[in-house]
């Protein structure tokens, strides 16, 4: 990927999405994001996804 091409994705990833950052306990993530594989999902659509509901359940 060229820079420019990188600087446009990163711009519109800027523009259109927040960035989360958290800790877990050492090896939660691997032995989460294995789950989700062996289950047919990312971890990403997970945890949006519990954002969702969470955010449905309490606002």
Known sequence: MSKTSAAVKNRYMK?????????MPKGNRDIFKSLCEENGTTA????NKFVEEYIKKYK
Do not use: W
């Open 44 to 47: 990403s659509a997970e945890l």
């Open 15 to 23: 523009k259109v999405y927040d960035q989360f950052k958290f800790n």
